[in-house]
């Protein structure tokens, strides 16, 4: 698998968990309706295939996964709540993408 089909995996997933999830933190935290709730956890369900399309093990997509969904946890609020990132939330991201390179990408010998 290509690296930017792989990065394409990991910003599709993290965007189904991220807007699945947020789908029913809407639902329940702010009162909107159950279709919000069942549009989250469909989307939630296509999460959970996606990563499946990665052609690594279980254990080293879901690790590296944890940094791309920080990343885009983060760019979600800035986009959807206005929680705009400090300088130290751009640090640790920069972390987590470095993280996440390692564990995916280096070749193995």
């Given amino acids: 698998m290509s690296l930017l089909a792989s990065i394409g995996l990991f910003i599709l997933a993290g965007l189904c968990e991220i807007g699945g999830g947020y789908l029913v933190w809407l639902w329940l935290r702010e009162g909107k309706p159950i279709g919000y709730a069942l549009a989250g956890a469909l989307i939630l369900v ?4 996606i990563p499946t ?5 279980f254990s080293r997509v879901y690790a590296a996964y ?3 969904f920080i990343v885009l946890s983060l760019l979600w609020g800035w986009g959807f709540d206005g929680t705009r990132p400090d ?3 751009a640090i640790g991201c920069l ?3 470095i993280g996440m390179t390692v564990i995916m990408y280096v070749p193995r010998t």
């Fill in 95 to 97: 972390i987590c993408l």
């Fill in 46 to 49: 296509l999460y959970a295939i």
């Fill in 66 to 68: 944890g940094g791309m």
């Fill in 53 to 57: 399309l990665q052609t690594a093990h």
């Fill in 87 to 89: 300088r130290f939330d």
